[in-house]
């Protein structure tokens, strides 16, 4: 059984950096074909893909955050860690963490989802 | 804003049958698989359709995706009370380096 789930802080002041931690079970991320990716979504509104790490230490980001964004993979502790720097009140959000079959760098899905944590940005 | 475009909302009675489109173009429809994901209200995403036209263990062939050119579209038969959820379509947009998700569509069952 594949599950995931998010921690971090609920709050972040501006320009502050977030951290949030993906803890897994279920698969192992040096397994051929497996990544992690984080995925966020502001308060009524639609989700947004943030990155992805692949099985082989592979990254993807997105090109609007990609200055801000670090994604890393602890492969034996089953977690993955985003950091986000210069933390925005726009940058509220629930942000996930997900399971990713990967076939190619543009060929992938993802399959299981963590249940998210609300990240309110304020000062 | 999205390149992938949805209706804002869809309805139809119990056991009526909707449909959802997601237009894009060429750089990530035309070229990449499709996935869709369905949210239930105060819940995480869940994948309902992959490679355009498949369906994870466990998900009714009640729900069934297909594409053609630029556009995709996500199909619903036999509706029920609880498929009330926010639907996103999803790819890779080759241009853009991303993978994107859809504006998203509300289904409401009457």
């Known amino acids: 059984q594949i599950t995931l789930k998010e921690s971090g802080p609920t709050l972040v002041k501006p320009t502050q950096t977030l951290t949030l931690t993906c803890t897994f079970s279920?698969?192992?991320?040096?397994?051929?074909?497996?990544?992690v990716g984080w995925i966020r979504q502001p308060p009524g509104k639609a989700l947004e893909w943030l990155a992805l790490?692949?099985?082989?230490?592979?990254?993807r980001y997105s090109p609007s955050l990609k200055s801000r964004l670090t994604i890393t993979k602890d492969t034996s502790k089953k977690q993955v860690v985003l950091t986000m720097t210069n933390m925005d009140p726009v940058d509220t959000a629930t942000y996930y963490c997900a399971h990713s079959t990967v076939y190619s760098s543009s060929w992938f899905r993802f399959d299981y989802w963590g249940q998210g944590t609300l990240v309110t940005v304020s000062s | 804003q999205s390149v992938l475009t949805q209706p804002p909302s869809v309805s139809a009675a119990p056991g009526q049958k909707v449909t959802i489109s997601c237009s894009g173009s060429r750089s990530n429809i035309g070229n990449n698989y499709v996935s869709w994901y369905q949210q239930l209200p105060g819940t995480a995403p869940k994948l309902l359709i992959y490679?355009?036209?498949k369906r994870p263990s466990g998900i009714p062939d009640r729900f069934s995706g297909s594409k053609s050119g630029t556009s995709a579209t996500l199909g619903i038969t036999g509706l029920q009370t609880g498929d009330e959820a926010d639907y996103y379509c999803?790819?890779?947009?080759?241009?853009?380096?991303?993978?994107?998700f859809g504006t998203g569509t509300k289904v409401t069952v009457l």
């Open positions: 490679d355009n036209n």
């Open positions: 790490i692949y099985w082989n230490d592979d990254k």
């Open positions: 279920g698969f192992s991320l040096s397994t051929t074909g497996v990544g």
């Open positions: 999803a790819t890779w947009d080759s241009s853009l380096s991303a993978y994107v």
